[in-house]
């Protein structure tokens, strides 16, 4: 009798020293290829506020920051009354981004998402047609290096290009790294997989809130995060091709070789019975998305929700110079505050369901939004309610937007067949990126209203903990391979012993 993928790695480990590895190296390209690129951008398209030189015109004494009711006056005074603050260097500084052109700093951060959204469509069906492993180390490469060389942009619109190429990049390897993560993981441990591979996400903006502190010229602070991303690219050569991919794809003394390598590294035996291979169909593309009510259903539901996490997660992550307090502290305090909601997230995953999980997370995200936009008015001239804001938003809504944000990940991969897995994913995380270039100017909506941005936050996050209450539940199941034991609900075995006779001569061999 044939096994299933999962059948196998549950019997020479499901998360066993093999994937602790491989998730020790995708902490690290999330990290380097991600979290500095990206977080980076609350430092070098930050503005350090201004403040007066001639007090014939300009009569303030203090630095004047975005949110205060004066911050506006510059505009109608001469531009030699006024200076930036010496706090720091920026695109903000160096372009002279003010007034008019006040919104371009922001426009430098919202285009990395642009750039998102078009590298998560168009390359989510390349990496379901020619593995996972090509479009991840290619475009990741791709992002290091663009990140790095817009440390020399001689103009704004310069910046902003290579920026937006690097947001493609991303946009481009997360997902097939993340489905890359998924796919080696057994049905025990894929939750825990999908949950501690973005530690070192959090670790590294840490420790990216220590390097501009130290490092205020921009230009020399994307050097320095830039260059280890390049490098570590050469991981191209040691990762393996996904093996579900490969069954997939008929591709079996490949996938048999690599789950061997599996079971020698985790001191297991490979088993001895054949592997199930999935039965050949065509890919999934995005009409597939809409096959069936209940497939329709599971798209917007999971649309709605990676929207709503990504715009409360982001939207805090780029507020954070704007809350009050120091913003090297409160990225630090943000990303510190996010670190315990992987761990969580890897122990909710193996004792409870999916959905109740998502709910309650983003229930209590919402506390923290609401709970910050009722201390708003008073931490402006109270440091107890001050302190008050910055932990109901950089740790309590953060928190568990970054345990939802962790837990729809997981929960998207194992909704769709893997045929069609990518391409969900991809739709998936383009919805997610619309929100994230809206959030890059979360912080402008306090010229309009000092609630906006929480009071938004806190309305996404309710409508999405009760949409994912709709969802089908995904924990302890078998991942789907597929697309018609989806639509149909029909289980792995008995798909399995419809296939039973159908081995090719290639497994006859080896067998």
Same mark, same amino acid.
């Given at each position: 009798?044939?096994?299933?993928?999962?059948?196998?790695l549950? =019997?020479?480990?499901?998360?066993?020293?093999?994937?602790?590895?491989?998730?020790?190296?995708f902490?690290?390209?999330?990290?380097?290829?991600?979290?500095?690129?990206?977080?980076?951008?609350?430092?070098?398209?930050?503005?350090?506020?201004w403040?007066?030189?001639?007090?014939?015109?300009? &009569?303030?004494?203090?630095?004047?920051?975005?949110?205060?009711?004066?911050?506006?006056?510059?505009?109608?005074?001469? =531009?030699?009354?006024?200076?930036?603050?010496?706090?720091?260097?920026?695109?903000?500084?160096?372009?002279?981004?003010?007034?008019k052109?006040?919104?371009?700093?922001?426009?430098?951060?919202?285009?990395?998402?642009?750039?998102?959204?078009?590298?998560?469509?168009?390359?989510?069906?390349?990496?379901?047609?020619?593995?996972?492993?090509?479009?991840?180390?290619?475009?990741?490469?791709?992002?290091?290096?663009?990140?790095?060389?817009?440390?020399?942009?001689?103009?704004?619109?310069?910046?902003?290009?290579? =920026?937006?190429i690097? $947001?493609?990049?991303?946009?481009?390897?997360?997902?097939p790294?993340?489905? #890359?993560?998924?796919?080696?993981?057994?049905?025990? =441990?894929?939750?825990?997989?999908?949950?501690?591979?973005?530690?070192?996400?959090?670790?590294?903006?840490?420790? *990216?809130?220590?390097?501009?502190?130290?490092?205020?010229?921009?230009?020399?602070?994307?050097?320095?995060?830039?260059?280890? $991303?390049?490098?570590?690219?050469?991981?191209?050569?040691?990762?393996?091709?996904?093996?579900?991919?490969? *069954?997939?794809?008929?591709?079996?003394?490949?996938?048999?070789?690599?789950?061997?390598?599996?079971?020698?590294?985790?001191?297991?035996?490979?088993?001895?019975? &054949?592997?199930?291979l999935?039965?050949?169909?065509?890919? $999934?593309?995005?009409?597939?998305?809409?096959s069936?009510?209940?497939?329709?259903?599971?798209?917007?539901?999971?649309?709605?929700m990676?929207?709503?996490?990504?715009?409360?997660?982001?939207?805090?992550?780029?507020?954070? &110079?704007?809350?009050?307090?120091?913003?090297?502290?409160?990225?630090?305090?943000?990303?510190?505050a996010?670190?315990?909601?992987?761990?969580?997230?890897?122990?909710?995953?193996?004792?409870?369901?999916?959905?109740?999980?998502?709910?309650?997370?983003?229930?209590?995200?919402?506390?923290?939004?609401?709970g910050?936009?009722?201390?708003?008015?008073?931490?402006?001239?109270?440091?107890?309610?001050?302190? $008050?804001?910055?932990?109901?938003?950089?740790?309590?809504?953060?928190?568990?937007?970054?345990?939802?944000?962790?837990l729809?990940?997981?929960?998207?991969?194992? #909704?769709?067949?893997?045929?069609?897995?990518?391409?969900?994913?991809?739709?998936?995380?383009?919805?997610?990126?619309?929100?994230?270039?809206?959030?890059a100017?979360?912080?402008?909506?306090?010229?309009? %209203?000092?609630?906006?941005?929480?009071?938004?936050?806190?309305?996404?996050?309710?409508?999405?903990?009760?949409?994912?209450?709709?969802?089908?539940?995904? %924990?302890?199941?078998?991942?789907?391979?597929?697309?018609?034991?989806?639509?149909?609900?029909?289980? %792995?075995?008995?798909?399995?012993?419809?296939?039973?006779?159908?081995?090719?001569?290639?497994?006859?061999?080896?067998?």
């Amino acid at each position: 009798m044939k096994l299933t993928t999962d059948e196998v790695l549950e =019997r020479i480990g499901s998360f066993g020293r093999y994937q602790i590895v491989l998730n020790i190296y995708f902490n690290i390209a999330y990290a380097l290829w991600w979290a500095f690129p990206v977080m980076a951008m609350v430092f070098i398209a930050s503005e350090p506020g201004w403040k007066c030189k001639n007090n014939s015109t300009c &009569p303030f004494t203090d630095t004047i920051s975005l949110g205060d009711d004066r911050y506006k006056h510059r505009c109608d005074i001469p =531009r030699q009354d006024w200076d930036f603050a010496d706090d720091f260097t920026s695109v903000v500084t160096e372009f002279d981004l003010y007034c008019k052109r006040g919104a371009l700093g922001f426009v430098s951060t919202s285009v990395i998402f642009a750039g998102f959204i078009a590298g998560s469509i168009s390359v989510s069906p390349i990496s379901d047609k020619f593995g996972r492993k090509l479009p991840l180390f290619v475009c990741g490469f791709f992002c290091a290096v663009f990140n790095f060389v817009s440390a020399f942009s001689p103009a704004f619109w310069v910046f902003a290009l290579f =920026r937006a190429i690097v $947001g493609f990049m991303i946009g481009a390897y997360s997902i097939p790294l993340f489905v #890359l993560t998924s796919e080696f993981s057994g049905v025990r =441990r894929r939750g825990t997989a999908g949950s501690v591979v973005w530690i070192g996400y959090e670790v590294f903006v840490m420790l *990216l809130a220590a390097i501009a502190y130290g490092i205020r010229d921009w230009r020399q602070l994307v050097i320095v995060t830039g260059v280890p $991303g390049i490098i570590f690219a050469a991981g191209y050569f040691f990762i393996p091709e996904s093996v579900r991919w490969l *069954l997939k794809k008929g591709r079996y003394t490949e996938a048999k070789e690599t789950l061997s390598k599996v079971a020698s590294s985790n001191g297991t035996e490979m088993p001895d019975e &054949p592997i199930y291979l999935p039965k050949e169909e065509r890919l $999934g593309d995005i009409r597939d998305l809409f096959s069936s009510l209940k497939m329709a259903h599971k798209t917007l539901g999971c649309w709605f929700m990676w929207f709503a996490v990504s715009f409360i997660s982001w939207g805090i992550s780029f507020s954070t &110079p704007f809350v009050g307090g120091s913003v090297y502290s409160n990225v630090a305090i943000s990303a510190a505050a996010s670190l315990p909601s992987y761990l969580i997230c890897a122990v909710l995953t193996v004792w409870f369901g999916r959905r109740k999980s998502l709910f309650i997370s983003f229930f209590v995200a919402s506390l923290g939004a609401i709970g910050a936009l009722l201390m708003t008015d008073k931490a402006e001239h109270d440091n107890g309610f001050l302190a $008050g804001k910055i932990f109901m938003s950089m740790v309590v809504a953060k928190l568990s937007s970054g345990v939802a944000f962790t837990l729809v990940y997981i929960y998207a991969a194992e #909704l769709f067949p893997t045929a069609l897995r990518n391409v969900a994913m991809g739709t998936s995380t383009s919805w997610a990126r619309v929100s994230g270039f809206a959030s890059a100017y979360a912080p402008l909506l306090l010229e309009i %209203h000092r609630f906006l941005p929480f009071g938004i936050m806190a309305g996404l996050a309710l409508a999405a903990a009760v949409i994912c209450l709709t969802l089908p539940e995904t %924990h302890d199941q078998p991942m789907i391979e597929d697309l018609s034991q989806d639509s149909n609900d029909k289980n %792995h075995k008995q798909d399995e012993n419809l296939n039973a006779n159908d081995v090719t001569a290639e497994e006859n061999t080896l067998l």
